[in-house]
C-alpha cells in the first residue's frame, strides 16, 4: 500500500505564493517512480499540473502553470513539492498528490493518492 498526504494548502490573494508537499508512506511506495499533482476545480474534471520522475528528476507541466509552478522533490524524505508562485483565481482547486508509474497526465493512471488540500485564490 501507498500513502499520501497532502499540506500547505490555503487562502491566498492573487499574485501570492504557495507551497504544498507531499508525503509519502507505505511498503510498496518504491514501485511507483512517478509522482503527480492534480487540481480539480467546483464543475471541472480533476487535470494534471505538473509531474516528475523520482528517478531521474525529469518534470511535466501543464501549460496553465508553466513558469509558475515548479514540482520538486526529497527522495531521502519521500516528500515531493509544488512551489505555486504567481497564483491566479483559475488556480483555485483542490489539489491531489497521487503516485504512478509513468509519466502521463491522465489522472486514472496514478493508482495512488492523497486525500486534497484547498487552495483558495482570491481577487
Known amino acids: 500500500q501507498v500513502q499520501l498526504v497532502e499540506s500547505g494548502g490555503g487562502l491566498v490573494q492573487a499574485g501570492g505564493s504557495l507551497r504544498l508537499s507531499c508525503a509519502a508512506s507505505?511498503?510498496?511506495?518504491?514501485?511507483?517512480?512517478?509522482m503527480g499533482w492534480f487540481r480539480q476545480a467546483p464543475g471541472k474534471e480533476r487535470e494534471c499540473v505538473a509531474t516528475i520522475s523520482r528517478s531521474d528528476g525529469s518534470t511535466y507541466y501543464a501549460d496553465s502553470v508553466k513558469g509558475r509552478f515548479t514540482i520538486s522533490r526529497d527522495n531521502a524524505k519521500n516528500t515531493v513539492y509544488l512551489q505555486m508562485n504567481s497564483l491566479k483565481p483559475e488556480d483555485t482547486a483542490v489539489y491531489y498528490c497521487a503516485a504512478g508509474q509513468l509519466m502521463v497526465v491522465v489522472a486514472g493512471a496514478y493508482p495512488y493518492w492523497g486525500q486534497g488540500t484547498q487552495v483558495t485564490v482570491s481577487s
Open positions: 507505505g511498503r510498496t511506495f518504491s514501485r511507483y517512480g512517478v
